[in-house]
């Protein structure tokens, strides 16, 4: 046992994992490069403006009410398909289907009721609260589809949820573009609706092969489920918090402004976070569950969060460094010219991804524990802050001064996970971590300070 848990613990298995998902991100990513040009060039940063509101707004509400059920049932799916109990595995994965239907029902209510409060939240001007009542069926296929893909991904059917992100990237590609072609913003809440059915179906058709679909008697779902709801309500809540930050801060630019400014705000967003997301991709599929398994055992804990924090320094800190040298190119080639403007303040966003390749590791800490309360607390902290920062750059220096703004949220997040783990676990920065900082910070710097230059 101890060889085969320093072996799923080892650099290799971390790298392996690492390259696979990310690797699955990295041909997800070229196809949403087509996709989001010929999204940007039909639609514009206004177009876009519409559908990052309609879209995060529809995020949120699918979020707040998904029970957690996406993230917690990992675990026990896991543990069961371990264990080789055929019975008990079915039975729990009808467990999970059950919770996932509820938590559709609910967020469909919550989307019709909720769409006057989001049309006021949301928009400045116009009234747009048909399109978020009519957008709550996505939000319910939202959660079946997360309920469908925890089960694949709890039983270790990493090649077919391969096929099934691929299939579904290329699906939302034929499903949006030609509507976006014909019917322009008119298009925008049917493709929305459409792409939450594109990431249901494959899922379900995949996971059908494998476990017929049944529901449990209510009373016995409530009643085996409450562990796993009760897991997820953390990580709910927290997911809630920066979607809902993530909301606020375009809806205050959108009243700052205007949906051309939103725009712009997320296609910046979009390329360094969004494209950024294979170094980070096989965090909650891979990394949390050798976390939890050693979570009793903080000398090991602390090795795991370490040797995680080295690797994603390494792939990290290359890819940062391409982003900011090449975004004055990259940016009119995958949106359109109209994007220009924002490349300063995606350049300077790009640094934050070397706090984050800290944080994200020491951040699933407290969820590892069981400490609830103490990761909700940091996530209300980050997402306040996140909103507050943006506002107050935004009003003074304008998007490139927002850029500053997410940076320096993102170093005060690191800093505080940091201090909180070292007094509280004694964790410490390996010295291969600190070699790797030393070397990246200066290399950054200086790619960063070329390519905003006028002669760069």
């Known amino acids: 046992m101890t060889e085969k848990r320093s072996s799923t613990n080892s650099y290799s298995h971390i790298l392996k994992y690492t390259g696979l998902f990310g690797f699955v991100q990295m041909l997800n990513i070229v196809v949403g490069i087509v996709r989001n040009k010929c999204v940007a060039v039909i ?22 009410t998904g029970l957690g059920i996406p993230f917690s049932s990992i675990k026990r799916i896991s543990e069961l398909f371990d264990s080789g109990d055929a019975t008990a595995l079915n039975r729990h994965v009808s467990t999970v289907r059950s919770w996932s239907l509820l938590a559709a029902v609910i ?33 319910a296929m939202t959660a079946i589809a997360g309920g469908e893909l925890s ?23 034929l499903v949006s573009v030609p509507l976006y072609y014909v019917f322009n913003v008119k298009a925008i809440v049917p493709v929305i609706s459409l792409m939450a059915m594109v990431n249901l179906l494959p899922a379900l058709v995949v996971s059908l092969r494998h476990y017929p679909y049944s529901l449990r008697h209510f009373s016995s779902a409530i009643g085996e489920g409450r562990q796993m709801v009760g897991m997820g309500v953390a990580f709910t809540i927290a997911a809630a918090f920066t979607s809902g930050g993530e909301m606020a801060a375009r809806s205050l630019l959108s009243q700052f402004s205007d949906l ?41 804990m602390l090795t795991i969060v370490n040797r995680q924090v080295e690797v994603s320094l390494m792939i990290i800190s290359p890819m940062t460094c391409l982003l900011v ?34 944080s994200l590791p020491l951040a699933y800490i407290n969820l590892a524990k069981g400490n609830s309360r103490l990761y909700l607390a940091f996530e209300a902290a980050y997402a306040l802050a996140y909103v507050v ?20 949220v993102h170093a005060l997040e690191a800093a505080a996970l940091y201090i909180y783990a070292n007094r509280r676990f004694h964790f410490v920065l390996s010295r291969g971590s600190v070699v790797l900082l030393a070397i990246i910070i200066p290399c950054l710097a200086v790619a960063y300070f070329v390519a905003t230059s006028p002669i760069g």
Request: with cysteine.
């Open 325 to 358: 040298i090449l975004l004055p190119v990259a940016m009119p080639l995958l949106f359109s010219q109209q994007f220009v403007p924002v490349v300063t303040m995606a350049q300077t966003t790009t640094l934050a991804l070397l706090f984050k390749a800290v």
């Open 389 to 408: 920062a943006i506002c107050h750059a935004f009003l003074f220096g304008g998007l490139t001064a927002v850029g500053w703004a997410i940076v320096a």
């Open 260 to 300: 051309h400014t939103v725009g712009l705000f997320n296609a910046a967003c979009m390329i360094t976070f969004t494209y950024s997301a294979l170094a980070f991709s096989a965090m909650e599929s891979d990394y949390f569950p050798r976390l939890s398994a050693a979570s009793h055992d903080d000398v090991q």
């Open 151 to 173: 089960i694949l991904k709890g039983t270790r059917r990493m090649k077919e949820l391969a096929v099934v992100q691929i299939a579904t990237t290329l699906l939302s590609l």
């Open 43 to 64: 639609l514009g940063p206004e177009g876009m403006g519409l559908i990052t509101l309609l879209s995060t707004s529809m995020n949120f509400v699918a979020q707040a």
């Open 107 to 139: 967020g469909l209510l919550a989307c019709v009721a909720l769409g006057p409060l989001l049309n006021k939240l949301s928009f400045s001007c116009g009234d747009h609260t048909l399109h978020f009542i009519l957008l709550a069926p996505a939000v």
